[in-house]
Nanobody
Framework: QVQLVESGGGLVQAGGSLRLSCAAS????????MGWFRQAPGKEREFVAH????????YYADSVKGRFTISRDNARNTVYLQMNSLKPEDTAVYYC????????????????WGQGTQVTVSS
């Protein structure tokens, strides 16, 4: 089992940047591929980004492609989400998640979730 704790959220003006972190504890971090998701008020949770166990492969939602970058440091048991050129529509609670499934598709199941961190982008 793995425990996930997100941090780095906050209030930022449109056009600004934030870096989210997700620290993992428990089983070997490098055994898990990792994802970031977000949920805005009144909306369903949506996929943001995914990174493979090694960090070589990454996938992004079209809405964040070119603005967000997912990365990981397996030595630090941490996955990051660098968010640049933030827009008000990026406002949401952001969650990291872990999966033992190799490869990625839109239906990849994630086994473990963090508690989330709030990101608010003002216009």
């Amino acid at each position: 089992q793995v425990q996930l704790v997100e941090s780095g959220g906050g209030l930022v003006q449109a056009g600004g940047s934030l870096r989210l972190s997700c620290a993992a504890s428990g089983r070997t971090f490098s055994s898990y591929a990792m994802g970031w998701f977000r949920q805005a008020p009144g909306k369903e949770r949506e996929f943001v980004a995914h990174i493979s166990r090694s960090g070589i492969s990454t996938y992004y939602a079209d809405s964040v492609k070119g603005r967000f970058t997912i990365s990981r440091d397996n030595a630090r048991n941490t996955v990051y989400l660098q968010m640049n050129s933030l827009k008000p529509e990026d406002t949401a609670v952001y969650y990291c998640a872990a999966t033992t499934v190799s490869g990625w598709t839109k239906t990849t199941p994630y086994d473990y979730w963090g508690q989330g961190t709030q990101v608010t982008v003002s216009s």
